[in-house]
Nanobody, 123 residues
């Protein structure tokens, strides 16, 4: 059974760091892209970054450029999101999702989602 499980969320002060992980089970990650999305209270879910099966990266949220880094370890079937220099506006529930082949910033184009992990950035 296909399952995505996110871990690593928590509460940090501005300027702090967190590393999220997304463990995928039940499918092969060959020819599949993994995306990280986030949803803040009262806002729509938005794409953050995505990584293809070959390691290509796309960034969808301009505000995370230079601060967030997505990576994957295919042997562990895990995708990571390293988040540095966190800001209060990064506060959201972070989700990972999987789709075939190429990355996309469209929420509706992803086939399966994790349950999400809360990230809170505050003093």
């Amino acid at each position: 059974q296909l399952q995505l499980v996110e871990n690593g969320g928590g509460s940090v002060q501005p300027g702090g760091s967190l590393r999220l992980s997304c463990v995928v089970s039940g499918i092969s990650l060959d020819f599949r892209a993994i995306g990280w999305f986030r949803q803040a209270p009262g806002k729509e879910r938005e794409g953050v970054q995505c990584i293809t099966s070959s390691g290509g990266v796309l960034t969808y949220a301009d505000s995370v450029e230079g601060r967030f880094t997505i990576s994957r370890d295919n042997s562990k079937k895990t995708v990571y999101l390293q988040m540095n220099s966190l800001r209060p506006e990064d506060t959201a529930i972070y989700y990972c999702a999987v789709r075939r082949n190429f990355c996309s910033g469209l929420v509706s184009s992803y086939d399966n989602w994790g349950q999400g992990t809360q990230v809170t950035v505050s003093e």
